[in-house]
């Protein structure tokens, strides 16, 4: 762990970084107005950890820039550097409430310690890993079983894997927890018929319209027909 000091015009400034990356801290002066702390990760890396003065403020970053008010005469940072390995099938995945089927996430790290010296999260907690560290070291894949998933809410949650060996560095992917939808259910309300509620509500009840109207028609000559006859007959 290094540490390292500067001066601003009349503050200290302490930091403690571990991991690849640095902190980028302007000149500050007691009293004076925010400024902004740059979250300097190299490549392949992040910030996983960040405090000032013993309080953690890693929630307060913010597009890899965290602000704050110097109000004191010295700033005492510490900040954790990881490497990220991508996490190549499972991110974005998707879990049916209920279902048997688990979640599978390759990633593009040796997990061969994973179980023994690592660590596993979801949405922030840890797992027993003696429980639910299950690993294939060929396919270099971690698998979370369906009986904890189904203990999870619905919506988007996020998994973590944490390496201390042979390199530190972490994992990480999304997944969703979605209920089943029932197909059968869709189906049965596409098929409900849509009643025609005006007159021409659609060409083919136009068309019936037009034809009952035809028949009426004839219907009517016929009778009238009939009477204009019947009448001559009888004045005959």
Same mark, same amino acid.
């Given at each position: 762990m290094d540490a390292?000091?500067?001066? /601003?015009? +009349?503050?200290?400034?302490? @930091?403690y970084i571990t991991g690849n990356g640095n902190l980028d801290v302007p000149n500050i002066v007691v009293g004076g107005t925010d400024v902004e702390v740059g979250i300097v990760p190299e490549p392949g890396n992040e910030l996983v950890y960040l405090e000032l003065d013993g309080q953690e403020v890693t929630d307060? *970053?913010?597009n890899n820039v965290f602000r704050v008010t110097p109000g004191? #005469?010295?700033?005492? !940072?510490?900040a954790t550097f990881l490497r990220v390995y991508p996490v190549l099938e499972g991110d974005g /995945?998707?879990?049916?409430? /209920?279902? #048997?089927?688990? &979640?599978?996430? @390759?990633?593009d790290n040796d997990i061969t310690?994973?179980? +023994?010296? /690592?660590n596993l999260m979801i949405d922030g907690e840890y797992l027993d890993v003696r429980t639910y560290c299950d690993v294939d070291l060929e396919n270099q894949t971690v698998t979370i079983p369906a009986d904890l998933?189904?203990? &999870? $809410?619905? $919506? #988007?949650? *996020?998994? #973590?894997?944490?390496?201390?060996?042979?390199?530190? $560095?972490?994992?990480?992917a999304r !997944?969703? *927890?979605?209920?089943e939808v029932n197909d059968d259910d869709d189906n049965a309300e596409e098929d409900v018929p849509v009643p025609n509620t005006g007159v021409f509500a659609s060409e083919g009840g136009s068309a019936e319209i037009a034809n009952e109207l035809m028949v009426i028609t004839v219907i009517s000559g016929?009778?009238?027909?009939?009477? *204009?006859?019947a009448r001559a007959t009888k004045r005959e």
């Open positions: 390292y000091v500067r001066a /601003g015009h +009349d503050l200290f400034v302490y @930091k307060q *970053i913010q004191t #005469e010295s700033l005492t !940072f510490y /995945g998707e879990h049916i409430i /209920g279902s #048997e089927e688990p &979640l599978v996430f @390759k990633i310690y994973l179980c +023994d010296r /690592g998933l189904n203990t &999870l $809410g619905l $919506g #988007e949650h *996020i998994f #973590e894997a944490y390496f201390s060996e042979p390199e530190s $560095g972490s994992a990480r !997944f969703r *927890i979605v209920e016929i009778i009238i027909a009939t009477s *204009i006859v």
